[in-house]
């Protein structure tokens, strides 16, 4: 089955600079990587996501970069504020449109002002 | 975006004792909803994924007749905890999914005294 890795497991940035959080899966199949962003006592929110017929994707300062050959994807987030702390997952879906994701063990953000 | 409901949002109550929580989507209609569990610091574990009208397919290790799943409608699928012991003590999250994408509650958390 799938198996997600991310990384690193905690980062913290100064505001105003990028940060940058890696995944890697082992599902060559895989065909959908959500990013989920999660504060304390909520459920994850959707913040982009990006297929595998698509390198790269941009909203705003939110950009995912995905490599199919080495079978890993980034998150990258630019000018970040204070408001973007939070733990962030990312996600596989094992392939053939399949919805059941497997999780990262998600990267806990911390932006200092 | 889609919106996910969840109720109640925080739940406490006595070992042996049963526990209901909806999960709804309020503005689409979910074909396939998901229940996820998380512990403290931890990633989301995908407990059971359940289509309207069928039964809840469980992952592994999930006990079917412990955690039960109905999914009587388009928008309303329902998370029964029966003889509820403190080890189940848990933030309980649903998903649900129109599409790609999958539009996660906010979440439960439940307390077994």
């Known amino acids: 089955g799938e198996n997600v890795e991310q990384h690193p497991s905690t980062l913290s940035v100064q505001e105003g600079d990028s940060a940058v959080i890696k995944c890697t899966y082992s599902d060559s199949a895989s065909n959908y990587f959500p990013w989920y962003k999660q504060e304390l006592g909520k459920g994850p929110q959707l913040i982009i996501d990006i297929r595998s017929n698509v390198g790269e994707k941009k909203d705003q300062r939110i950009a995912v970069t995905l490599n199919k050959t080495a079978k890993h994807f980034s998150l990258h987030i630019t000018e970040t504020q204070p408001e973007d702390s939070a733990v962030y997952f990312c996600a596989a879906n094992g392939g053939n449109y399949g919805q059941n994701f497997v999780f990262g063990p998600g990267t806990r953000l911390s932006v200092l002002p | 975006g889609a919106v996910v409901s969840q109720h109640p949002s925080w739940v406490i109550c006595k070992s042996g004792t049963s526990v209901k929580i909806e999960c709804r989507s309020l503005?689409?209609?979910?074909?396939?909803m998901f229940w996820y569990r998380q512990f403290p610091k931890q990633s989301l574990m995908l407990m059971a994924t359940?289509?309207?009208?069928?039964?809840?397919?469980?992952e592994q290790g999930v006990e079917k007749d412990k955690f039960l799943i109905n999914h009587a409608s388009l928008t309303l699928s329902t998370l029964t905890v029966t003889s509820a012991h403190p080890e189940d003590s848990s933030f309980y999250i649903c998903?649900?999914?129109?599409?790609?994408?999958?539009?996660f509650g906010p979440g439960t958390r439940l307390t077994v005294t």
């Open positions: 998903s649900a999914t129109d599409n790609y994408e999958q539009y």
């Open positions: 359940s289509n309207e009208g069928s039964k809840a397919t469980y």
């Open positions: 503005d689409f209609q979910a074909t396939t």
